[in-house]
């Protein structure tokens, strides 16, 4: 099974600072990697597939960036609604979630 | 619209079987993979099963293999999993989502349906 390991586990951003959380293939996923988006109460959101696709709809400050085993998702200066949980995931073999991102707003 | 609906949650005793129901519309339900994915309280997703466009492959991470099984009927955009011999740690809330091709994002996910095993 391909383990994905999502760092850090919890951070904290004031508005306009540039965000990135990372994830850590434990084999090659061939760019097969998408990141959600998950406010509380509610369910998951697509932002970004293939490493670096943006979702239709998913505002431009979010960008995801990687291959091989290593990936990023970057916010280019952090809003109040960016506050959320999120998560990577990858799709090369079967499916395998990141252990999640807290983002709060400093 | 793109619409996932889930249904069948609710409390049930261990040693138990639940279905649950996903309804879908806005979308030609019988193009898409289908994927169920769980959230147990205050924890991480975590992938359970998915299914073909046609039904005729299924897939499941070892943690579900043999207790859960994974089916659709397109006929009624519907999508659907049973749950047997339910342990306390599968209490979580359950989402279906939609997947265009079996390596594709999940781009569409429904509202959750919260399943507690307890006794």
């Known amino acids: 099974d391909i383990q994905m390991t999502q760092s850090p586990a919890s951070l904290s951003a004031s508005l306009g600072e540039t965000v990135s959380i990372e994830c850590l293939a434990s084999?090659?996923?061939?760019?097969?990697l998408a990141w959600y988006q998950q406010k509380s109460g509610k369910s998951p959101q697509l932002l970004i597939y293939?490493?670096?696709r943006l979702q239709d709809g998913v505002p431009s400050r979010f960008s995801g960036s990687g291959s091989g085993t290593r990936y990023s998702l970057k916010i280019s200066g952090m809003q109040p609604e960016d506050e959320a949980d999120y998560f990577c995931?990858?799709?090369?073999?079967?499916?395998?979630f990141g252990g999640g991102t807290k983002l709060e707003l400093k | 619209e793109v619409q996932l609906v889930e249904s069948g949650g609710g409390l049930v005793q261990p040693g138990r079987s639940l279905k649950l129901s996903c309804a879908a519309s806005?979308?030609?339900?019988?193009?898409?993979?289908m994927a169920w994915v769980r959230q147990a309280p205050k924890k991480g997703l975590e992938w359970v099963a998915t299914?073909?466009?046609?039904?005729?492959?299924?897939y499941y991470p070892d943690s579900v293999k043999g207790r859960f099984t994974i089916s659709r009927d397109n006929a009624k955009s519907s999508l659907y999993l049973q749950m047997n011999s339910l342990k306390c740690e599968v209490t979580a809330t359950y989402y279906c989502?939609?997947?265009?091709?079996?390596?594709?994002?999940?781009?569409?996910w429904g509202q959750g349906a919260s399943v507690t095993v307890s006794s």
């Open positions: 293939a490493a670096s």
């Open positions: 995931q990858q799709s090369y073999k079967y499916w395998t």
């Open positions: 989502a939609r997947q265009r091709t079996i390596a594709a994002p999940m781009d569409a």
């Open positions: 299914i073909s466009t046609s039904g005729s492959r299924t």
């Open positions: 084999e090659g996923i061939s760019n097969d």
């Open positions: 806005g979308f030609t339900f019988s193009n898409y993979y």
